[in-house]
């Protein structure tokens, strides 16, 4: 296949295994390059800057391309109404209420609290010394400490995977008929056990918690923002917070096992644990592409494109752009500056960054310091999405000092 054909929906075979390949070349041969349905793919580091920051010609709203996707399904609803997928004023007005959940101060507090989840974790990963780290860890902290920031049992937090899985995996550039359904369901399941959490809370009004979220969102409920808003606000952040970390956490791990050297040097120098962090992330971002579409006609380096096109913007791509990262192949735990794009730019950058990195930091730290080596018994599981890179499984062995 010629690069220059290359269709993001209709990807070819060895597309999954090969992402950086491809996108590498994108960015070589075709940066700007038009997708079969006149949509574009942006894969240079410049491009990308440029649609995050100019957000009043690059919308995020998605209302006219999910009618056509979702109809007028749950889904539709959903995805049409979470704050990533506004533009200002509601955006802003949304934005806000987040920023409260998410001050120093409260970040402290998980801290500890994530601290003492590891901790729990590390007693049973010592006693099996061989086991999945995707089920008995990066899964199960975020999913743990974003229970706790909204506010919902982390007992149920299988049935918040599944349903975040559908949720999320119906924003895959492809869509089947199955991926719908289970999307749509999932939406009405998690509508349903959110307003069960609300109704709880707002009739034991003691367990309602300063700046937890959602004490937070039922607070704004009826002042800034409707009962619909305030659930899919809801259900967004469950989905954000922890599929992306857990992807942050699996890739971070197989990154420093494939590159013992920067194992090894992370393990002897511990405070080289932040800048490790960001190249785990450019490495290997966990949400691979970003969505906009332009209000009037602009330009785009020099191709100019008409009201109404949409572009996918390749974070994968970007954050392996040899004009922004010397030698962006080469993982570099020590790497410095690091401006990779894996938490977006602009006014819809990411709003958990600091708890993202406080989770990496905390679980890094402790198993780089807990175990002698970690080596994996097979090679994981990579799963068939686009715009998410999950590792579905990865068996592990640990040796304990
Ligand atoms: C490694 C982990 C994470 C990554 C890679 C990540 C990545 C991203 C990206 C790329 C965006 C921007 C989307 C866009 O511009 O279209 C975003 C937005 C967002 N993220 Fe994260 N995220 C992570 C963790 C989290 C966590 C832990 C939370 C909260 C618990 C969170 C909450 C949000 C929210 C609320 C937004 C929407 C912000 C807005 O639209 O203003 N994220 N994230």
Redesign the pocket.
Known sequence: MSIESFDLYNPPSDFINNVYKYYNLLREKSPIHKNSDGSYILTRYKDLVGV?RNFKVWS?DKRTEFREKFGSSPLFEHHTTS??FVDPPD?TRI?KI?QQAFTPKSILGLERNINKLVDSYLVMMHAKKKFDFVSDFSFRL?VDV?CS?LGVPSEDRHLIRDWAHKILGALEPKLTHKQFDEGSTAVINFKQYLKDQIKFRKTHKDINKANEVLSLLIEAEGLELSETELLHQCI??LN??HE??TN?LSHGLNELINHKDQYKLLQKEPGRIDTAIDEI?RFQ???QI?NRRCLEKTKIGNVVVPEGTSVHMI?AGANRDPLQFFKPETFDISRSPNRHL???LG??????IN??RVEAKVAFQSLMSSFREINLIKKPKIANRIRFREIKEMQIEISSY
Do not use: K
């Open positions: 995050y995020s704050v990533v955006h934005r987040f975020p974003v920031v967004f952040m954000a917070g992306t970390s942050m992330l971002p966990p949400i970003n974070i894996s938490f977006g006014i819809h950058i990411c709003a958990g708890l993202a």
